[in-house]
């Protein structure tokens, strides 16, 4: 299996500049799909897990939402902190404990984060959400943005093309009624946590 990148990566790949966006079409994609699609209104408060260098944290903020982010590279947090000074990032490893009180979180989104590219049904992945599960709210909700194209293609020196069904069957250990669905090459997964 392909490693993931290491935070000395992702480093690396942040102070050359990180991903490139539109602002237009990153607003218009996440008020559809994210905002509308579940309903979620202004003020509740988010975490963003795997946030890079801060644009959808920010993003978020300018939605409305009261939005943390957090990343494992040093560098992308500190390139954040730069790009958009006043919003709140954290440098942290989402498989660890976090510095947040547990249940602080209407919501956990991650957009892409490496540890959902690769096997969901092991430990590492599996680990991950139980962990994030601890920092949102009796009824709040765990959305994960992805780019698949739902092969099921597992390369060794790549990342995995994870099915509609791997989702389905990673999520529905914490929610049994968790929502997965496909939009142009990306899987958006959402589990609630129980009450």
Same mark, same amino acid.
């Given at each position: 299996?392909? *490693? %993931?990148?290491?935070? *000395?990566?992702?480093?690396?790949?942040?102070?050359?500049?990180?991903?490139? @966006?539109?602002?237009?079409?990153?607003?218009?994609?996440?008020?559809? #799909? %994210?905002?509308?699609? /579940?309903?979620?209104?202004?003020?509740?408060?988010?975490?963003?897990?795997?946030?890079?260098?801060?644009? #959808?944290?920010?993003? /978020?903020?300018?939605?409305? /939402?009261?939005? $943390?982010?957090?990343? !494992?590279? =040093? *560098?992308?947090?500190? $390139?954040?902190?730069?790009?958009?000074?006043?919003?709140? /990032?954290?440098?942290?490893? =989402? *498989? =660890?404990?976090?510095?947040?009180?547990?249940?602080?979180?209407?919501?956990?989104?991650?957009?892409?984060?490496?540890?959902? #590219? @690769?096997?969901?049904?092991?430990?590492?992945?599996?680990?991950?959400?139980?962990? %994030?599960?601890?920092? !949102?709210?009796?009824?709040?909700?765990? !959305?994960?943005?992805?780019?698949?194209?739902?092969?099921?293609?597992?390369?060794?020196?790549?990342?995995?093309?994870?099915?509609?069904?791997?989702?389905?069957? #990673?999520?529905?250990?914490?929610?049994?009624?968790?929502? !997965?669905?496909? @939009?142009?090459?990306? =899987?958006?997964?959402?589990?609630?946590?129980?009450?």
């Amino acid at each position: 299996m392909a *490693t %993931l990148l290491a935070p *000395t990566g992702y480093d690396k790949f942040y102070a050359g500049g990180g991903w490139r @966006y539109s602002r237009v079409r990153e607003w218009w994609w996440h008020r559809k #799909h %994210l905002v509308r699609r /579940f309903d979620l209104p202004r003020g509740l408060r988010m975490l963003e897990v795997a946030c890079g260098s801060g644009f #959808h944290t920010n993003l /978020f903020c300018r939605m409305g /939402f009261d939005c $943390v982010g957090t990343d !494992i590279s =040093a *560098t992308g947090i500190e $390139v954040a902190r730069q790009n958009y000074p006043g919003r709140n /990032f954290v440098q942290g490893d =989402a *498989t =660890a404990d976090l510095s947040f009180d547990e249940a602080s979180f209407d919501i956990i989104i991650t957009r892409g984060c490496s540890i959902y #590219h @690769y096997d969901l049904s092991g430990a590492t992945a599996l680990n991950m959400t139980r962990n %994030l599960m601890r920092y !949102i709210k009796p009824g709040g909700r765990f !959305i994960l943005i992805i780019a698949t194209d739902l092969s099921g293609n597992k390369p060794v020196d790549n990342i995995w093309q994870n099915t509609l069904a791997d989702y389905r069957a #990673h999520f529905s250990k914490f929610d049994p009624q968790c929502t !997965i669905d496909w @939009y142009r090459r990306l =899987a958006i997964s959402s589990a609630i946590k129980a009450n």
